[in-house]
Every structure is written in C-alpha cells, then in structure tokens.
C-alpha cells in the first residue's frame, strides 16, 4: 500500500517540550497539505506545499509551529513550548497536481500533558 | 472566507433505511465539492466528489448533486448498512491558488441491525 503514511501514530508530551511529526506523502504528488482536527469537529487547514516551497500558512499556525518539506518529498511539522491547546489530531493529505482531491494519512494525535 | 454547514448528528437508521446529510456552503467562485469518510480508527477517505454545477458525484451507493442554485450538495443512500456508520464530512476545495479543503464539522451516522 502506498498511501500517506505520518509517524508517531501517538505522541504525549509534556507542556513546554518541543515535539515532531513526520508525513510521508503518495509519491510524486505535488502538493502536500497539514490540518489540525480536533474533537467533533472537521479539520483545520494549516499550511501547504508545492513541492519544496511552503506557500501559505493559516492564522492557526502561530509562531511555535514550523514545517518543511526538504527535496519536495516527506515533510516535518515542529511544535515548540507545547501547549495544552495544541492536543489535537494533525493530519497530512497529498494531492496530484492539477487535480482537487486529497489523500490523507491516517494522523498523529498530540496530547500535551 | 469560504465556509461548509452539515445537519448535526447522530443520525441512527435502521438497516435498509433511507439516508440523507444536508450539506449547503458558502463559497467565492466555483468550488469544487467533496464527501470524505471516516469510519471507527480510520484516517479520512475520500467517498465521492463533484467539480461543476448539476455534476453528480456517486460511489459505493452513496450518491450527490453539486447544486449551485442552493448551495448545497446533500450525501444520500438509498439503503443502508451496519457497516456504513461512520463520521461523515462535507468539504470544498477552492479552485485556484492553494485548493485547501474547508470542511464541515462532520455527521456522525450509526446504522441499527
């Protein structure tokens, strides 16, 4: 199967500690999306890729949180000084170019202690 | 912005029911249309999509119809299954620039033996 897989499937940390996550996307998709979901709700756009270049970041993504995709392929979502607030769902989806749909992974819930 | 309202859950059928998700939206432009499915511990799929106004997006018996005219794309099956439940959500996709999804806040269904 070669669909988005992200890594941890789980993470617990303590407020203050500093976290990463990782998303492996379906190969030679172009674009490669990060949403936060949390409880009863539908997920939240945070950023996107077009290949290597991070072009554009929501309002939800404050300055703690950074993200890279080096070399257009898998990409890494960094939370520092965690927050209670940050326990959520993160999830990744991937998508072909010139096409609308996106493919997601199965996610990485955060629980910040 | 742009902006996805589902009915609230949860939605209990019994098996062989009728089923209906209202999903309208709010969009600038022309968005493209999307059902997505998460069943228990399972990450996000894609069920079914439309790109155009009157498009009909069908797939595993689930059926819906882009209405422009109502904002609407309602989720629909004609008999449902034990195995059908699941969160359902309704998205769109802008179809310039960064094509993030917006989704709604997801309809829980649970179907009854």
């Known amino acids: 199967d070669t669909g988005v897989s992200q890594n941890p499937r789980h993470k617990i940390t303590k407020r203050g500690q500093n976290v990463t996550f990782r998303c492996d996307p379906i190969s030679e998709h172009n674009r490669l999306y990060w949403y936060r979901q949390t409880l009863g709700q539908g997920p939240e756009f945070l950023t996107y890729f077009q290949n290597e270049a991070q072009l554009e970041k929501s309002r939800l993504l404050s300055d703690r949180f950074s993200a890279e995709r080096p070399k257009g392929s898998f990409s890494t979502l960094e939370i520092q000084r965690t927050e209670q607030g940050d326990s959520a769902m993160y999830l990744c989806a991937s998508s072909p170019n010139r096409r609308d749909e996106q493919y997601f992974g199965p996610g990485t819930r955060l629980t910040v202690t | 912005g742009d902006s996805v309202t589902q009915m609230e859950g949860p939605v209990t059928l019994s098996e062989e029911a009728f089923l209906t998700i209202n999903c309208t939206y709010t969009a600038t432009g022309y968005p493209s249309l999307f059902w997505y499915v998460q069943y228990p511990g399972e990450g996000l799929q894609l069920l079914l999509k439309?790109?155009?106004?009157?498009d009909k997006g069908s797939n595993k018996g689930f059926e819906a119809t882009y209405r422009k005219e109502t904002t609407s794309f309602h989720l629909e099956k004609g008999s449902v299954q034990v195995s059908d439940s699941a969160v359902y959500f309704c998205a769109l996709s802008d179809r310039d620039g960064r094509r993030a999804l917006t989704f709604g806040s997801g309809t829980r269904l649970q179907v009854q033996p």
């Open positions: 439309a790109t155009k106004a009157d």
